[in-house]
């Protein structure tokens, strides 16, 4: 499956942003889903990741609470709706799909492997 993410841009301390992931492919249901960030001289780490139906959700720690992932399979589409957005947040955002059949949405967040990965968005938040 081939990933495009989108939505990232420059904003404030405490505004929202939403990232979207668009994927090719009819098989979208067949993937859980993931988000990963990079922030500047730092690895890629996990924010959030979704079952493929939508059904299970997982966070980080740093983001539960602020960030909310989502999927529509009609669309073949996966969201991150960012609020309360932190100057930490700052980073490269990744998202991520492992075959439901390889490894399931919590394993992907543990271990950061991903069958595809989309080419990041930077989201940049200023204090």
């Known amino acids: 499956v081939q990933l495009q993410a989108s939505g990232g841009g420059l904003v404030q301390a405490g505004d929202s942003l939403r990232l979207s992931c668009a994927a090719s492919?009819?098989?979208?249901?067949?993937?859980?889903m993931g988000w990963f960030r990079q922030p500047p001289g730092k690895e890629r780490g996990f924010v959030a990741a979704?079952?493929?139906?939508?059904?299970?959700?997982y966070y980080a720690d740093s983001v539960k609470g602020r960030f909310t992932i989502s999927r529509d399979n009609a669309k073949n589409t996966v969201y991150l709706q960012m609020n309360s957005l932190k100057a930490e947040d700052t980073a490269v955002y990744y998202c991520?799909?492992?075959?439901?059949?390889?490894?399931?949405?919590?394993?992907?967040?543990?271990?950061?492997?991903?069958?595809?990965w989309g080419q990041g968005t930077q989201v940049t938040v200023s204090s």
């Open positions: 492919g009819r098989t979208f249901s067949s993937y859980n």
């Open positions: 991520a799909a492992n075959s439901r059949a390889r490894r399931t949405a919590q394993a992907m967040g543990v271990s950061g492997v991903a069958d595809s």
């Open positions: 979704i079952s493929w139906s939508g059904s299970s959700t």
